[in-house]
């Protein structure tokens, strides 16, 4: 994704078919076999989603333990992949600090899991 000129502008439509909800991160664990450091993170929607795994590159600011209780925001709808010996079935959200590693986009305070992003 090229981050220097502005993206194309999109519809508010297109923008609502991303279903992003807050969840808690339940389990979180290295993932050995990955080229680049990652977690695999369990995260908790509630009902009806219920939990769902995400490959995250987030080791630069996050240790397993610390993620363990903590709300995300994850896009929920998009089909899963595999990444490595991971089957990531939801896209867990961050943006690039001024160094690249990824901050995770987090609720401000506590909200319900499943929760939709608006």
């Given at each position: ?37 990652a ?14 795994t ?65």
């Open positions: 994704m090229d981050q220097t000129r502005p993206p194309d502008a999109v519809a508010i439509g297109d923008f609502l078919k991303l279903d992003v909800r807050a969840g808690t991160v339940v389990e979180a664990a290295p993932i050995p076999q990955a080229r680049r450091p977690l695999r993170l369990v995260v908790d929607f509630g009902e009806p989603i219920g939990r769902r995400s490959s995250a590159q987030v080791t630069a600011h996050y240790a397993p333990e610390t993620l363990i209780g903590r709300q995300v925001l994850c896009v929920v709808n998009l089909p899963p992949r595999q990444i490595g010996p991971v089957r990531s079935e939801v896209l867990t959200l961050g943006v690039p600090d001024a160094g690249g590693a990824v901050v995770l986009v987090v609720p401000e305070r506590p909200v319900p899991d499943g929760g939709r992003l608006y």
